[in-house]
């Protein structure tokens, strides 16, 4: 029956099912790449699939539920799996030009507005200003303008530089959107950059240069006086690729212009459409950034192993870092263990050392309890004037730490990768902000019975290699 259909009638069907709206666009593109032949080889389960996106993300009661889908339970890099940038690119470089929307594709923000603008507010001493400066922000408002009513709202001079300053560092490179758009440069695509802000050009125009991307224009809503997709209205384009996270207000009403979308779903929202541990609010917001950009940016395919170090227990360890920066302190762990890395103090299994501090912190990691305790004994009787204070990490954390037993031992595998990349992205993006012990719980918590499985699973399968894509 399907056979007698014509292919153009095929062809509408197709894109009517796979354009409804985002989230069906973004869940079919990632069935697409689970199984690139299932379109061609099974029709009928492909097509049965498809109707099912458009039942379940159609409806408002349900479309939001994240079925299936859980930090520290459920494999997401599996099921949120993005077309490696290579093969991604050919859809570029059909086309003569490309238009990218810079926001939440080409650049990420660690916090959105109304959290960032409460940073700033903080930063100025200027109670209520987040609010107000919220309700100003138009796109084609210059920041200039905006700061002017801000001045006359407050009655004090304010200026937009420490705004500008902070927006600079709230921006985090998308190296996957960086990656496809060296390919399309290199040969030799037309690139539009546009973005819908109150910022002016010289601002992105010094973040693009600091990132060595190319450009061959770059357009602002504030200085056109028009919004980014009357911006690419104006262009007079023919033919060209649309890449953008925007798919209501840029890639639907550009693919009927004839625009190439290349839909990029933004990694945050990826990590707000799956299921959390309770978190703190403002946590919450980093983490979901951070990891988003991160992990689901489409760079790696990482292993459930090393996904479940980001997600899960490298936050659980960073949470522990305030703990773990006293002077005269211990810990009992490999010298040349992950921990050493993370915690950036000493750490040793021979206790020979003699310290001359009238109080010494040992710390028990809970790798070897009679271990631990021989240890001690070595480190009173090369400091016999000193008094210890044993401290255990896992009654400090309030939960079994034995599955994580590999960082403290200096083991290397995906797990302990995992962990030492998020405490490194998070300590960078976030300029070193805390995570609580009741937050890093929570997620550790929520992965622990994967992480045990991972651990105590076959030598090959905890080892796996994360691939670049």
């Not at 930063?123 to 006359?152: N, T, V």
């Not at 403002?282 to 940016?297: H, L, N």
């Not at 480190?379 to 401290?391: F, G, M, T």
Request: aromatic residues 12%; charged residues 25%; proline residues 5%.
């Amino acid at each position: 029956m399907l056979e007698k259909l014509s292919v153009d009638f095929v062809r509408k069907i197709f894109h009517i099912l796979t354009n409804g709206n985002a989230k069906i666009k973004f869940h079919t593109i990632c069935m697409q790449n689970r199984d690139r032949e299932k379109a061609a080889n099974r029709p009928v389960e492909f097509g049965l699939k498809l109707l099912g996106y458009n039942v379940w993300y159609r409806l408002p009661g349900i479309r939001n539920i994240p079925v299936g889908r859980e930090i520290g339970k459920t494999y997401l890099t599996r099921k949120y799996l993005r077309l490696p940038v290579e093969d991604l690119s050919s859809e570029i470089l059909e086309n003569p030009s490309v238009v990218c929307d810079i926001t939440d594709s080409l650049f990420l923000p660690v916090l959105e507005k109304k959290r960032f603008y409460q940073q700033v507010e903080h930063r100025l001493s200027c109670p209520g200003f987040a609010k107000i400066r919220f309700g100003l922000e138009k796109p084609c408002m210059k920041i200039d303008a905006i700061y002017k009513e801000l001045s006359r709202i407050f009655q004090k001079q304010l200026s937009p530089q420490i705004e500008l300053e902070m927006a600079a560092e709230n921006f985090m490179p998308n190296r996957y959107i960086i990656r496809l758009l060296d390919i399309a440069a290199y040969h030799e695509i037309t690139i539009h950059f546009v973005v819908d802000s109150s910022y002016p050009k010289e601002f992105y125009s010094k973040i693009l240069k600091r990132n060595h991307i190319c450009w061959d224009t770059l357009m602002v809503s504030c200085e056109e006086k028009k919004n980014k997709q009357e911006i690419v209205k104006g262009l007079g384009l023919e033919k060209y690729g649309v890449v953008s996270a925007d798919f209501n207000h840029f890639i639907r009403p550009l693919h009927k212009l004839g625009g190439r979308s290349i839909y990029y779903r933004a990694p945050m929202q990826l990590m707000r459409d799956v299921w959390h541990p309770k978190l703190s609010e403002e946590f919450r917001d980093q983490y979901d950034a951070v990891c988003g950009a991160k992990v689901f940016s489409g760079k790696k395919r990482p292993s459930f192993a090393y996904e479940l170090g980001y997600l899960c227990a490298g936050p659980f360890l960073y949470s522990l870092i305030p703990f773990l920066g006293e002077e005269d302190t211990v810990y009992y762990a490999a010298s040349d263990s992950p921990f050493t890395r993370l915690a950036q103090a000493g750490c040793t299994t021979n206790g020979y050392i003699k310290l001359g501090s009238p109080v010494i912190n040992l710390i028990d990691t809970g790798i070897d309890p009679e271990g631990f305790k021989n240890f001690v004994q070595r480190i009173q009787a090369h400091n016999p004037e000193s008094r210890l204070r044993i401290v255990s990490l896992e009654k400090t954390a309030g939960i079994n730490l034995e599955p994580l037993s590999c960082v403290f031992t200096g083991m290397d595998n995906e797990l302990t990768r995992g962990i030492l990349d998020f405490c490194q992205d998070f300590a960078s993006c976030t300029h070193r902000s805390t995570i609580s012990v009741s937050d890093g719980r929570a997620l550790y918590t929520w992965g622990y019975g994967n992480i045990c499985k991972l651990v105590h699973s076959d030598e090959g399968a905890f080892h796996a290699q994360a691939t670049a894509v």
